[in-house]
Antibody, heavy 115, light 107 residues
Framework: QVQLVQSGAEVKKPGASVKVSCKASGYTFTSYGISWVRQAPGQGLEWMGWISAYNGNTNYAQKLQGRVTMTTDTSTSTAYMELRSLRSDDTAVYYC????????WGQGTLVTVSS | EIVLTQSPGTLSLSPGERATLSCRAS???????LAWYQQKPGQAPRLLIYGASSRATGIPDRFSGSGSGTDFTLTISRLEPEDFAVYYCQQYGSTSAFGQGTKVEIK
């Protein structure tokens, strides 16, 4: 069965970076892209970007350009999302999901940014 | 950048009633790259509809999607108790974005 398992919760200080992992199983990793979506407490969904697991091509939300980097490691079927220069409004649950019209989702990773 | 506006913000209905949710785009959505998701508290979203009208695997046929261009609709023909949740539309053309959500609550 398809599964996306994300890394655990993180607490970071403003200005720091965070890197969240998403390990895929149950399907051919390089046949699908991975999207990253975040959700601030009590708020809606925000699309962050997408990466092709086949060739590493990326498409980032304009709002996050320059602060976010998405990568994959095909040897371990793992996707990564790094967000830099963290601010308090980056506090959110971060989800990875398979493809853009996302049929499978990770369990979410809470990232808290606080001094 | 395409902006999606969902209406209404909240829909108060009783089990067994029909729910009609709207999603309007600021520009035409290419090739009907429009999806709908359901999200319950503390859970990840669940894909219901993709390509504007195709049901995802395992989704009951009481959920249907329609529309093209800038106007899209999600219809739940007869609300079941488990359908009370927040619903989001998403466009996934050249880039992607979500609407702000519609909460379907029990009247």
């Amino acid at each position: 069965q398809v599964q996306l398992v994300q890394s655990g919760a993180e607490v970071k200080k403003p200005g720091a970076s965070v890197k969240v992992s998403c390990k895929a199983s149950g399907y051919t990793f390089t046949s699908y892209g991975i999207s990253w979506v975040r959700q601030a407490p009590g708020q809606g969904l925000e699309w962050m970007g997408w990466i092709s697991a086949y060739n590493g091509n990326t498409n980032y939300a304009q709002k996050l350009q320059g602060r976010v980097t998405m990568t994959t490691d095909t040897s371990t079927s793992t996707a990564y999302m790094e967000l830099r220069s963290l601010r308090s409004d980056d506090t959110a649950v971060y989800y990875c999901a398979r493809e853009v019209a996302a049929d499978y989702w990770g369990q979410g990773t809470l990232v808290t940014v606080s001094s | 950048e395409i902006v999606l506006t969902q209406s209404p913000g909240t829909l108060s209905l009783s089990p067994g009633e029909r729910a009609t949710l709207s999603c309007r785009a600021s520009q035409s959505v290419s090739s009907s790259y429009l999806a709908w998701y359901q999200q319950k508290p503390g859970q990840a979203p669940r894909l219901l509809i993709y390509g504007a009208s195709s049901r995802a695997t395992g989704i009951p046929d009481r959920f249907s999607g329609s529309g093209s261009g800038t106007d899209f609709t999600l219809t739940i023909s007869r609300l079941e108790p488990e359908d009370f949740a927040v619903y989001y539309c998403q466009q996934y053309g050249s880039t992607s974005a979500f609407g702000q959500g519609t909460k379907v609550e029990i009247k």
